[in-house]
């Protein structure tokens, strides 16, 4: 597979063997540049080895396609992902073949693994591909991976790996001036070990031939003129902030600022012991929910998610508050006018300016297919259901889709869970024509490359450059059209329009690094790795501080919902570093089991999902039970529990913030104390 002029320009270093970050526009062949690299690796290199890191699952596949044209067969390719279920140990498939494909998050648990079949040391590699480079920064699995390397550098370790970046979109991590991109850039290349960021110069025109940018169009409606269901969403909201008695409480329903206010004050009201006003935050959610819902597609989906809130409510809560019935009758004595302003109001105007758009577009062209980006999975089952529902989209052959994360069962309701292998076969689907129309999340925004994709829709979305850059670019086919839809003087609008300025600032930013004299730039290189693991020492320390605080037996675990003390810190043990779960077999006595298992559809090496846990006191969801190696073992979320200590209740947000230690699950010694207790 020969490689065109532009993509020799950028490989030139990296086949001299110096690290680099490849920036390509999309759809311009950074993959097949990368190929060819791991290519020229392994003809000429001793004992070469390669990883290819992706960050999203669907990634494995599409570039194992990529590589497998370019090496031929000549070399053993292999592809981990999360969702193989049994396999070998990633450390046994990493000396038993040339080149691996996998998830970073796979990688990073084997480089932190102590069994042997599973455990990988990083210079085990002799070649390390990052694709979308981008997320190398804080405390993303891209980072952690990294900064293991620069420890390993600052420490003289040899050999390490070369470094080879691939990115569309550097960003500007939120900078808004050009020092502060420039900044950025540079963190990025510190993170990557970065001798240089390659770009096309002398073959810049042969690139804009084969990079097909798609026509932008600003798709706007005016706001609701009339709204009778948002108002009187609105007026049971403001009943409950009359009975919370919270006058300092901002009332901007509909917002994310809102959102973000009543998450804060049901945390603080969990922390207080304040059961009441902890449910009265929760509910006010679930409307400010149901408000952002009917603003991105229609009443009748809000009225839904209402709904399906209250009946689980009433299905699982064993124990109910005062309030709790106070809220619960409040929507019942409205929910049938609810019901018919839902059916009877006018229709969303974003809804209509997307119908035209659709219309258009599959009609005037030849073979279709297209992509709505929208930002919540709920949305995106609504805008779902909507297309199914539209006589005048079915005239023009619409076939679509949701493509949406795999998510997990924190999510309340079965439509949301999409299961990796979904994913996959939506995505094969719209590949071969089957289907011609997705509507994703931000899932599909990286990587995915559909060559006859032409028509890119963002509904309604609040988001950065790299994701205005990024979504743009599904758009692969020529002559592709670019839609973005949302109201007139929306914070929507402003925020694409600011995207636009950010991606210019980016290239800014990139040129001037790019310019900046060689010694002159190694130098700040080497500034920005000692100050990053200074940082990160410093963190660990704290970490270690912070759960060293209080002794775990002294640290009481009690229900979120009805505060009913259910066990100790000292009776937790992590499974895989990530599940937390209760070892105490007294603890049975405080939770129920649901019958049926909880549905992942997919699979795990060493455990598979029971049934849903709940206080049985309260009937709160705790989370789930797993069968880890033929044992049960009841895996608590973080958010079910509040933390008595010494010094006042806490509520933590990760198990690896709690402040106390939890040791590592030791089956053999669980499973042997089983044993001791069934001979008795």
């Given at each position: 597979?020969?490689?065109?002029?532009?993509?020799?320009?950028?490989?030139?270093?990296?086949?001299?063997?110096?690290?680099?970050?490849?920036?390509?526009?999309?759809?311009?062949?950074?993959?097949?540049?990368?190929?060819?690299?791991?290519?020229?690796?392994?003809?000429?290199?001793?004992?070469?080895?390669?990883?290819?890191?992706?960050?999203?699952?669907?990634?494995?596949?599409?570039?194992?396609?990529?590589?497998?044209?370019?090496?031929?067969?000549?070399?053993?390719?292999?592809?981990?992902?999360?969702?193989?279920?049994?396999?070998?140990?990633?450390?046994?498939?990493?000396?038993?073949?040339?080149?691996?494909?996998?998830?970073?998050?796979?990688?990073?648990?084997?480089?932190?693994?102590?069994?042997?079949?599973?455990?990988?040391?990083?210079?085990?590699?002799?070649?390390?591909?990052?694709?979308?480079?981008?997320?190398t920064h804080k405390d993303t699995v891209y980072n952690i991976i990294l900064s293991r390397y620069l420890e390993l550098k600052l420490q003289r370790t040899r050999p390490l790996p070369q470094v080879l970046g691939l990115t569309a979109s550097p960003g500007t991590g939120g900078a808004s001036t050009l020092k502060g991109a420039i900044d950025h850039v540079l963190q990025l290349c510190a993170n990557l070990d970065t001798w240089r960021i390659m770009s096309p110069q002398d073959h810049s025109p042969q690139l804009q031939e084969h990079s097909h940018q798609p026509c932008k169009q600003y798709d706007l409606c005016h706001r609701h003129t009339q709204d009778p269901f948002g108002d009187m969403l609105k007026k049971l909201m403001d009943q409950?902030?009359?009975?919370?008695?919270?006058?300092?409480?901002?009332?901007?329903?509909?917002?994310?600022?809102?959102?973000?206010?009543?998450?804060?004050?049901?945390?603080?009201?969990a922390e207080a012991g304040l059961l009441e006003q902890r449910v009265y935050a929760l509910h006010l959610r679930r409307y400010n929910d149901a408000l952002l819902i009917h603003d991105t597609v229609r009443a009748v989906d809000a009225l839904d998610t209402l709904r399906d809130f209250y009946n689980r409510e009433r299905a699982t809560k064993t124990g109910v508050l005062h309030a709790e019935r106070w809220l619960l009758a409040l929507f019942d004595d409205h929910k049938n006018e609810l019901a018919r302003l839902a059916?009877?109001?006018?229709?969303?105007?974003?809804?209509?300016?997307?119908?035209?758009?659709?219309?258009?577009?599959?009609?005037?062209?030849d073979s279709p297919r297209g992509i709505i980006f929208t930002r919540t999975r709920q949305s995106a089952h609504s805008l779902l259901l909507w297309l199914q529902q539209q006589p005048g989209l079915q005239t023009v052959g619409i076939r679509p889709q949701v493509l949406i994360g795999a998510g997990n069962n924190s999510q309340k309701t079965q439509m949301i869970q999409m299961t990796q292998r979904d994913q996959q076969e939506v995505i094969q689907k719209f590949r071969t024509g089957t289907?011609?129309?997705?509507?994703?999340?931000?899932?599909?925004?990286?990587?995915?490359?559909?060559?006859?994709?032409?028509?890119?829709?963002?509904?309604?979305?609040?988001t950065n450059e790299i994701s205005m850059v990024q979504a743009r670019g599904r758009a692969r086919a020529s002559q592709s059209v670019y839609s973005f839809v949302a109201a007139q003087g929306s914070r929507e609008l402003q925020r694409e329009l600011t995207n636009e300025a950010l991606e210019a600032l980016m290239e800014?930013?990139?040129?001037?690094?790019?310019?900046?004299?060689?010694?002159?730039?190694q130098a700040k290189i080497r500034d920005l790795q000692r100050a990053a693991l200074v940082k990160r020492a410093v963190q660990a320390a704290q970490r270690e501080s912070r759960q060293r605080k209080f002794l775990a037996e002294q640290v009481q675990l009690l229900c979120i919902n009805c505060m009913v003390s259910v066990g100790y810190g000292s009776d937790l043990r992590k499974v895989e570093g990530t599940h937390h779960v209760n070892v105490n077999p007294n603890f049975?006595?405080?939770?129920?089991?649901?019958?049926?298992?909880?549905?992942?559809s997919r699979s795990f090496r060493d455990w598979r999902p029971g049934g849903a846990i709940s206080c049985r006191n309260c009937?709160?969801?705790?989370?789930?039970?797993?069968?880890?190696?033929?044992?049960?073992?009841?895996?608590?979320?973080?958010?079910?529990?509040?933390?008595?200590?010494?010094?006042?209740?806490?509520?933590?947000?990760?198990?690896?913030?709690v402040p106390f230690t939890v040791p590592d699950f030791d089956y053999v010694q669980y499973a042997e104390g089983l044993a001791g207790l069934s001979l008795d």
């Open positions: 597979m020969e490689l065109r002029p532009y993509q020799w320009e950028v490989i030139m270093p990296a086949l001299e063997g110096k690290n680099i970050i490849i920036w390509l526009p999309t759809g311009s062949g950074k993959t097949r540049a990368a190929a060819y690299v791991a290519k020229r690796h392994l003809e000429t290199v001793d004992g070469a080895k390669v990883v290819v890191l992706v960050n999203r699952v669907h990634l494995v596949t599409q570039h194992y396609e990529e590589f497998s044209r370019m090496l031929d067969r000549r070399w053993t390719i292999t592809t981990l992902s999360g969702d193989m279920g049994p396999r070998a140990g990633f450390g046994h498939m990493a000396r038993r073949h040339d080149l691996l494909i996998c998830t970073a998050e796979l990688l990073q648990k084997a480089l932190a693994s102590l069994e042997e079949e599973e455990h990988v040391e990083l210079n085990a590699f002799s070649l390390l591909v990052v694709d979308e480079c981008h997320h409950i902030h009359d009975h919370l008695e919270m006058p300092k409480l901002r009332r901007d329903f509909g917002t994310q600022t809102y959102e973000q206010q009543v998450v804060e004050l049901s945390q603080d009201a059916t009877s109001g006018p229709e969303n105007p974003k809804l209509e300016v997307l119908e035209a758009i659709l219309q258009k577009q599959f009609r005037s062209l289907l011609n129309l997705l509507v994703a999340t931000s899932v599909a925004e990286e990587g995915l490359d559909i060559p006859q994709c032409n028509v890119v829709v963002r509904y309604g979305l609040l800014q930013a990139v040129a001037a690094v790019r310019a900046m004299d060689q010694a002159e730039y049975s006595v405080y939770y129920n089991v649901s019958k049926q298992p909880v549905d992942i009937g709160e969801a705790w989370g789930l039970q797993i069968i880890y190696k033929s044992v049960k073992l009841p895996v608590l979320k973080v958010g079910s529990m509040l933390l008595e200590t010494s010094q006042g209740r806490v509520r933590a947000k990760k198990w690896s913030r």
